[in-house]
């Protein structure tokens, strides 16, 4: 079984930056796919970018070009990068690990809420 811990929310205003971590432990030679979910205010959660093991990427249409995820396979742990940030941007980001055997981890979320 994997484990995944999240950091690196709060708050900031429209244009700015924000960085994600997700550092995971347990199973992690198990580990396939890494990504983020967001989750806004009323809506369903929703995949914003995934990294696979080999480093493929993936990512919703409204944040290509502004967010990055990135994987540091020494460390267990996955980056998402966000600049210019957006209001409509603000949500809880929950990490998701998927693993060889087809089992999904889920971390708590962290609160990001971007201000006009």
């Known amino acids: 079984q994997v484990q995944v811990v999240e950091s690196g929310g709060g708050s900031v205003q429209a244009g700015g930056s924000l960085r994600l971590s997700c550092a995971a432990s347990?199973?992690?030679?198990?580990?396939?796919?890494m990504g983020w979910y967001r989750q806004a205010p009323g809506d369903k959660r929703a995949l914003v970018a995934l990294?696979?093991?080999?480093?493929?990427?993936n990512y919703v249409d409204s944040v290509k070009g502004r967010f990055t995820i990135s994987r540091d396979n020494a460390k267990n742990t996955v980056y998402l990068q966000m600049n210019s940030l957006k209001p409509e941007d603000t949500g809880v980001y929950r990490c998701?690990?998927?693993?060889?055997?087809?089992?999904?981890?889920w971390g708590q979320g962290t609160l990001v809420t971007v201000s006009s």
């Open positions: 998701y690990v998927s693993t060889i055997w087809n089992t999904d981890s």
């Open positions: 347990g199973s992690i030679f198990s580990i396939n796919a």
């Open positions: 990294i696979t093991s080999n480093g493929g990427t």
